[in-house]
T-cell receptor, first 111, second 115 residues
């Protein structure tokens, strides 16, 4: 299974863009990149996912490099409510849909 | 539409006691999952059910059993609780059993303490 590497923590000023990097250099061609976040012990929340093209939804944008070895989650205008642990996950092969969570990045949005 | 619900929200057990954590989803999802999260750690998969009638082990299945009662409900049982099972337990569900990229929806969690 492809593994991911994320910085343990990041800070961001409120109203600015938060750019969260993720390295997944061993990703396979049929594996997707998912981002989830977990706000203060609540259940994780899905943010966005992609295969090779950049993706955008109402919450965030996902930029995947051309070689697919890394990606960046962008929260365009971070708010205090975006303070959370952000998980970058590469979905394992197989038909199970299970997710393997790493340590994630703790994003602290500061006023 | 409540999404994924879990009961109970909190539970304290003594070592050796048994209990069942309940999970239900109202999104007509095929797949359901049980995770545990220890303090300061990411989630780890205990068991999953790709579809009604099937269950499979995840990363940390020892000490647990599961039952996919029907399409809506997926329960997790601790037969003889141990302090190492003190954790927050999350249930999740997803629409497709894995053939295409799908997203998982999580419940609010059950906070279990084993003394």
């Amino acid at each position: 299974d492809a593994k991911t590497t994320q910085p343990p923590s990041m800070d961001c000023a409120e109203g600015r863009a938060a750019n969260l990097p993720c390295n997944h250099s061993t990703i396979s061609g049929n594996e997707y990149v998912y981002w989830y976040r977990q706000i203060h012990s609540q259940g994780p929340q899905y943010i966005i996912h992609g295969l090779k093209n950049n993706e955008t939804n109402e919450m965030a944008s996902l930029i995947i490099t051309e070689d697919r070895k890394s990606s960046t989650l962008i929260l365009p205008h971070a708010t205090l409510r975006d303070t959370a642990v952000y998980y970058c996950i590469v979905r394992p092969r197989g038909n199970t849909g299970k997710l393997i969570f790493g340590q994630g990045t703790t994003l602290q949005v500061k006023p | 539409n409540a999404g994924v619900t879990q009961t109970p929200k909190f539970q304290v057990l003594k070592t050796g006691q048994s209990m069942t954590l309940q999970c239900a989803q109202d999104m007509n999802h095929n797949s359901m999952y049980w995770y545990r999260q220890d303090p300061g750690m990411g989630l780890r998969l205990i068991y999953y059910s790709a579809s009604e009638g099937t269950t499979d082990k995840g990363e940390v299945p020892n000490g647990y059993n599961v039952s996919r009662l029907n399409k809506r409900e997926f329960s997790l049982r601790l037969e003889s609780a141990a302090p190492s099972q003190t954790s927050v337990y999350f249930c999740a569900s997803s629409e497709v059993g894995g053939r295409v990229a799908d997203t998982q929806y999580f419940g609010p969690g059950t906070r279990l303490t084993v003394l």
